[in-house]
């Protein structure tokens, strides 16, 4: 069996600070193997996911973009491992996650309500100590204005919470940044950004490794190709009129709703072949729910479900 670690970021803006930031991240190395063990048993293997989320923003808050460069976690030794005491520095091993290209550097206000991958590796089951996220920079923006490097008192970002990897389950980790207390504003060009974090356990059932990350462009692309292939648009949907008016980012891992709003030449829905048609322009709102690369609700103007082709009850 296989076991999932899941690593997840919680960023929660707050306050009347304002934050906002643009680093290009350098994504992890291979994750190094864990030793195996003497009595010469297969080693259990697990993922470590490392997602991304953000509280709503508030009024003067334009963003806040991170580069993390490298995201570890430490498994415990053997001996540890049976006493269930926290790993001290030196003991163990130190294992290295692959950070998500498209995930880095990652924006604290885009990701707001949700829990984006930032990185996720295989690991051995057992027992894990603690979680390392190297920061290579933080840039703030006040009020809508450009972006500046903000002050790191520490480019190590380190949480010590005991956790397990239990065969056959995702344990995902999930970092709860409370930026009203991590980021200061000293004055002009003197942003200070000292991280303030609290880590939460969550264990369920392991994704199949290997799954693709779909990213929020990707997604909407599968929306509007969805759009553009429906009975409807097909029918008579004016080309030009067809555009994307809202992206909302939803709480499940890479979901997003993408609304589309265009135009038809009669009214009515689906294929009207055959009909009696009104010739009036009729506009028309889409609203395309897409997780993890599938397409799990379209519906037309409140009324008309894309998928199943026919009106909601």
Avoid at 92 to 117: M, Q, R, S, Y
Avoid at 225 to 241: K, L
Avoid at 279 to 294: D, L, R, W, Y
């Amino acid at each position: 069996m296989k076991k999932l670690i899941a690593i997840l970021l919680s960023v929660g803006v707050m306050a009347s600070l304002l934050l906002a930031g643009c680093a290009p991240l350098e994504p992890g190395g291979p994750p190094t193997p864990p030793s195996p063990p003497t009595t010469g048993e297969p080693v259990a293997i697990g993922t470590i996911e490392v997602r991304v989320t953000d509280a709503p923003r508030q009024d003067e808050v334009t963003s806040v973009l991170v580069t993390v460069s490298k995201v570890e976690v430490h498994r415990a030794v053997a001996e540890q491992e049976q006493e269930q005491q926290q790993v001290q520095e030196g003991e163990g091993e130190w294992l290295t996650l692959d950070i998500i290209a498209e995930a880095n550097p990652f924006d604290l206000l885009k990701i707001k309500g949700v829990e984006e991958v930032l990185a996720v590796d295989e690991m051995a089951a057992g027992k894990y100590t603690q979680i390392r996220l190297t920061i290579d920079r933080v840039e703030v923006a006040l009020g809508g204005g450009e972006p500046e490097e903000a002050k790191l008192p520490s480019g190590e970002l380190k949480i010590v919470h005991p956790f397990d990897v239990v065969e056959g389950e995702t344990t995902v980790l999930l970092l709860d940044f409370d930026a009203e207390k991590s980021v200061t504003v000293a004055g002009k060009d003197n942003i200070i950004v000292k991280p303030v974090v609290k880590l939460a356990v969550k264990e369920g059932k392991a994704e199949e490794p290997g799954t693709k990350v779909v990213t929020q462009e990707e997604s909407q692309k599968i929306a509007e190709e969805f759009v553009r292939n429906e009975a409807t648009f097909v029918f008579d949907g004016m080309e030009e009129t067809l555009k994307l008016t809202e992206t909302v980012t939803l709480r499940s891992p890479s979901c997003w709703q993408f609304t589309f709003e265009f135009e038809s030449r009669q009214a009515g829905y689906g294929d009207r072949e055959g009909q009696m048609l009104a010739e009036v322009i009729t506009p028309h709102q889409a609203v395309i729910t897409v997780e993890k690369g599938k397409i799990t609700s379209a519906i037309m103007d409140e009324q008309w479900d894309m998928m199943k082709q026919k009106m909601l009850k």
